[in-house]
């Protein structure tokens, strides 16, 4: 199986001119997993995906953060049209750091649960300050093809490998003590990259060319070399997204 640096959570069409950057996705062997959150931006997704089909993944998604505004009915019937052609489902999750509606949200990512499980495909999870709910919501589903993405809470790294649950670390994970902690706790062979681009990184918009950041910094806090960062979290890739 060839090697590549899978940046498995972008949001690239935010990314001003991201076109630009494909020559280089290409040179530097680097493929991206396009996360999409909601029906707009999914459809964007879509049509990005299918223009550079060795380069880009599509997910599609519905962030927890974006609910109160949306026709969730109508996000839902979108995404059971569409799903068939994603590589994963994603970003969904639960987003409790504001005043938002618990209930709907958990009934939401539940059904999300569900859509993953019907299309069989692996769930790109977003739990800020919901940690511990979200791994309640993903047990109570019973779907156990689930990647944590910027996962923050170390003392909940067990039972997520349990649930053979995987994590998506970034660059940013240099930053935080909880995040280094995780990547500290959970086997290599549970890790994949991301960068969550545009999303800055000590201060500056990322985009999926660092990826090679999070190389480092896994590579650092695993001490392993940089190279079999790479190649592990690769195999990783394949096995969770089920790519061949
Ligand atoms: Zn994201």
Redesign the pocket.
């Known amino acids: 199986m060839t090697v590549y640096l899978w940046d498995t959570?972008s949001?690239l069409y935010q990314i001003p001119h991201w076109e630009e950057l494909l020559p280089k996705f290409e040179e530097e062997r680097i493929k991206v997993i396009v996360?999409g959150e909601e029906r707009k931006s999914n459809e964007e997704v879509k049509e990005i995906c299918k223009r550079f089909p060795k380069l880009l993944y599509p997910a599609f998604g519905l962030h927890p953060f974006l609910l109160p505004q949306l026709d969730v009915e109508r996000e839902l019937e979108w995404l059971e049209e569409n799903l068939s052609t994603a590589t994963a489902v994603g970003?969904v999750g639960l987003d409790f750091k504001g005043e938002e509606a618990k209930d709907s949200q958990i009934e939401v990512f539940l059904t999300l649960l569900e859509l993953a499980k019907k299309f069989d495909l692996p769930v790109i999870i977003?739990s800020r300050k919901a940690a511990r709910e979200c791994l309640e919501v993903v047990r109570d589903s019973g779907w156990r093809k689930v990647i944590f993405?910027w996962f923050t809470c170390p003392s909940l790294v067990e039972e997520i490998l349990e649930l053979d649950g995987y994590f998506s670390v970034g660059p940013q994970a240099s930053l935080s003590h909880s995040y280094r902690k995780v990547v500290e706790k959970a086997p290599l062979e549970r890790i994949i990259l991301e960068t969550?681009s545009p999303?800055s990184f000590k201060g500056i918009p990322t985009s999926p060319l660092q990826v090679k950041e999070a190389v480092k910094v896994v590579s650092l806090l695993k001490g392993e070399p940089m190279e079999k960062v790479v190649e592990v979290t690769s195999a990783n890739v394949y096995k969770i997204f089920g790519l061949k």
Do not use: G, M, Q, Y
């Open positions: 959570h949001h996360v970003e977003h993405h969550d999303v």
